[in-house]
């Protein structure tokens, strides 16, 4: 009978390394593919032809990049999703995901979109949605947030951005916190999500740290200028 408990004993001891060591491992390959795909997001933002910088992209990532449907010889959109479901499975941490959408007109790359979200059990989900944009030259965002100041709207926030934003701009908007795909209990607002962009008062408000364009043009009373929107 001993024996037996001690057999049992040992198979749990087993188990729970083996365990640990699959956690470990999840984590660190989650949060390093994570980053590689934050810093390729990046670059094509600052590439000075994003058209085959995105070409290489679908090259490396032929099985994750998706055609959408109703794809026409105007417009095509790529979808490309990340996520950490397979530690998710484990309801180790909750399931998160960076959702990609590659815009391309006439053949040529003109938009990229990035969705952040956790999905959190029996309470609203944080989403971030940021997008780069108009990589040709033509109407677009300099760079605006939203909510921007002093908002109870924590649970979905937007960065939107083109080739005319500041590096430090570009560089708060894409620094997302990788942490939140690995965090016990997962991340739980906006800020948690992307603390560059926002700071958390209070549990039930949060304000933004850099100053967009809308917010400019509120504090101002003025109306947007054509060079503004376009260049």
């Known amino acids: 009978m001993e024996t037996v408990a001690k057999r049992i004993v040992m198979a749990v001891v087993i188990l729970l390394i083996v365990l640990g060591a699959f956690v470990g491992i999840s984590v660190y390959r989650i949060r390093r593919q994570a980053t590689i795909l934050l810093n390729e ?128 701009q570009r560089d708060a908007a894409l620094s997302l916190s990788v942490n939140c795909l690995v965090k016990l209990g997962g991340c739980k607002d906006i800020a948690d999500l992307l603390p560059t962009m926002w700071s958390q008062n209070s549990p039930t408000t949060i304000s933004s740290r850099l100053v967009g364009w809308s917010q400019e043009l509120e504090e101002s009373h003025q109306f947007p200028s054509p060079d503004e929107m376009c260049y």
């Open 41 to 168: 997001f990046r670059e094509l933002g600052t590439s000075t032809d994003p058209t085959a910088s995105f070409a290489r992209l679908k090259q490396k990532y032929t099985s994750q990049v998706r055609r959408l449907e109703l794809c026409t010889p105007k417009e095509c959109q790529y979808e490309m999703t990340f996520s950490n479901k397979a530690l998710s499975r484990l309801r180790v941490v909750p399931y998160t995901e960076m959702n990609l959408i590659f815009i391309e007109l006439d053949g040529r790359l003109r938009s990229v979109m990035l969705d952040y979200r956790a999905a959190l059990a029996g309470r609203e989900s944080p989403t971030v949605h940021i997008e780069q944009g108009s990589f040709a030259k033509g109407c677009g965002t300099r760079f605006d947030v939203s909510p921007h100041g002093t908002s109870r709207e924590m649970w979905s926030g937007l960065v939107v951005y083109d080739q005319r934003a500041t590096a430090q």
